[in-house]
């Protein structure tokens, strides 16, 4: 079955940054999409970035575009997540996850996922 396990979160001061990893394991598809999330206290789940594996195509969302990047590791099967210039805001739980998009675009769309990690907690201030 499908593992997803995130890690590297941290407690982290504004304006450094931070690289969490998700090892992934278990994925039975030939291409899929690989994608990462946050949800911030009191808010719902948020999508961040995704990479479709059959491309390498890339998505990152305008909230953080510039600051978050979104790369991988074949050999390591292991997906990250660059995030630079750290707010505070960006205070959350990080959450990857993947999934088989059939018909779409590869984004980080919260109900298209059914595959996630258990979280890694970031915390900036």
């Known amino acids: 079955h499908v593992q997803l396990v995130e890690s590297g979160g941290d407690s982290a001061q504004g304006g450094s940054h931070l690289t969490l990893s998700c090892v992934v394991s278990?994925?039975?598809?030939?291409?899929?999409?690989m994608a990462w999330f946050r949800q911030r206290p009191g808010k719902e789940r948020e999508g961040l970035a995704a990479l479709f594996t059959g491309s390498n195509n890339k998505y990152v969302v305008d909230r953080v575009k510039g600051r978050f990047a979104i790369f991988r590791d074949n050999a390591k099967n292991t997906l990250y997540l660059q995030m630079d210039s750290l707010k505070p805001e960006d205070t959350a739980m990080y959450y990857c996850?993947?999934?088989?998009?059939?018909?779409?675009?590869?984004?980080?769309?919260?109900?298209?996922?059914?595959?996630w990690g258990q979280g890694t907690q970031v915390t900036v201030s």
């Open positions: 278990g994925v039975a598809y030939d291409r899929y999409c």
């Open positions: 996850a993947v999934d088989r998009i059939v018909g779409g675009e590869c984004i980080p769309f919260v109900p298209w996922f059914s595959h």
